[in-house]
T-cell receptor, first 116, second 113 residues
């Protein structure tokens, strides 16, 4: 089974702290994604990466950065956490090449981040 | 720009009743469409997807969806709902290769005995 693992289920951080959310996938997928999920807003794409050291901004990148030094790991960084970044964060991965019919994203369990 | 509209925020159905969740999309080319389900406290699980071919798509857990290009819709259906189907359902649209997929705002399904 494909596995996408997020390092923490719950995190509580203080305003102004630097926060790292880690995600690891075990299927050698090229693409990895970070989404933010808020009630009534669905999932919004923060950043995605289609290869090691490559990244592209999603719809809401402000206040976030990412790092992908190894293919299996994709980190989301909140440089200076703020209360409006309190949310559920979901990591996903997908295969870029191969049969289109097999393209889908596999999601981690999510990290619920509270910034106080 | 691509977009997805799920007009129903909450839906309540009785166990055993049929279900239809609505999804309308806007996309400039041939869309790649997905339905995902999220159980409480969990990540998202793919129910089904449409890329091309037969417009009626079968998925897991007894779900199906029909792609209607003329109506820009991709509605999810199930003939008989089980209590375990209570969850939040997300429709999504995107390009080939699952990059920059756009999700709808979700429909929360409640199942009553």
């Amino acid at each position: 089974d494909v596995k996408v693992t997020q390092s923490s289920r719950y995190l509580v951080k203080r305003t102004g702290e630097k926060v790292f959310l880690e995600c690891v996938q075990d299927m050698d997928h090229e693409n990895m994604f970070w989404y933010r999920q808020d009630p009534g807003l669905g999932l919004r794409l923060i950043y995605f990466s289609y290869d090691v050291k490559m990244k592209e901004k999603g719809d809401i990148p402000e206040g976030y950065s990412v790092s992908r030094e190894k293919k299996e790991r994709f980190s989301l960084i909140l440089e200076s956490a703020s209360t409006n970044q309190t949310s559920m964060y979901l990591c996903a991965s997908s295969q870029s090449t191969g049969e289109v019919m097999n393209t889908e994203a596999f999601f981690g369990q999510g990290t619920r981040l509270t910034v106080v | 720009a691509q977009s997805v509209t799920q007009p129903d925020i909450h839906i309540t159905v009785s166990e055993g009743a049929s279900l239809e969740l609505r999804c309308n999309y806007s996309y400039g080319a041939t869309p790649y469409l997905f339905w995902y389900v999220q159980s409480p406290g969990q990540g998202l699980q793919l129910l089904l997807k449409y890329f091309s071919g037969d417009t009626l798509v079968q998925g897991i857990k007894g779900f199906e969806a029909e792609f209607k290009r003329s109506q820009s819709s991709f509605n999810l259906r199930k003939p008989s709902v089980h209590w375990s189907d209570a969850a939040e359902y997300f429709c999504a649209v995107g390009p080939r290769g699952y990059q920059k997929v756009t999700f709808g705002t979700g429909t929360k399904l409640q199942v009553i005995p």
